[in-house]
């Protein structure tokens, strides 16, 4: 049986549309606060660099990290006009880079996946621009600093159910 090209063309049937992979899921690009574990690049010489695993958040328009052990995070970089971008590293993919007003200090840190590094990238844009554009960057941050803050802070439900089981 010999289709003509015709024929194809004139079938009513709707076109094929692939769904998306659903191993690359889609990104959140309107994020304002982020965490989780990044890589740290970090010079050790000329020309060797090591890389640290670390655990990473955002916090009042703040970069901060949380070593292991540690009890409370570190300031890495305050975000307020820093630029980031996705760079290229020679042994390393999903790696960016962030780097201050005066361009002097960047650092590179590596995401665990592509998804993973373009919610940093954008989160930390969104954060930057949210506190650059604004008339009262002091507001934005403390504004900020409470999401973090709520994002983090402990769920207290498991406190109250062993209070209300207690006897009196």
């Known amino acids: 049986m010999r289709v003509s090209q015709q024929e194809l063309l004139s079938v009513d049937e709707s ?3 692939p769904d998306f992979d659903v191993a690359t899921p889609q990104s959140n690009r309107s994020l304002v606060q982020k965490a989780g574990y ?8 000329l020309v060797t660099t090591t890389w640290e695993r670390l655990y990473f958040f955002t916090q009042g328009g703040n970069l901060m990290c949380q070593p292991r ?20 590293c020679e ?3 999903y790696c960016f ?16 996946s ?9 989160a930390i844009n969104n954060i930057s621009r949210q506190i650059y554009l604004t008339d009262n960057p002091e507001a934005v941050a403390i504004k900020l600093n409470q999401t973090a ?20």
């Open 15 to 17: 076109v094929y549309t």
């Open 38 to 45: 990044l890589n740290l690049r970090t010079k050790t010489g």
């Open 69 to 88: 052990g540690a009890v409370a995070g570190g300031l890495i970089q305050d975000l307020d006009n820093c630029s980031v971008m996705a760079v290229d």
């Open 91 to 93: 042994d390393r993919r």
């Open 97 to 112: 880079q962030i780097t201050t007003p005066n361009g002097k200090s960047g650092i590179i840190l590596q995401a665990e």
């Open 114 to 122: 592509r998804k993973e590094n373009e919610e940093w990238i954008c």
């Open 149 to 168: 803050l709520q994002a983090v802070t402990p769920i207290t439900s498991f406190g109250k159910k062993q209070e209300s089981s207690c006897p009196r």
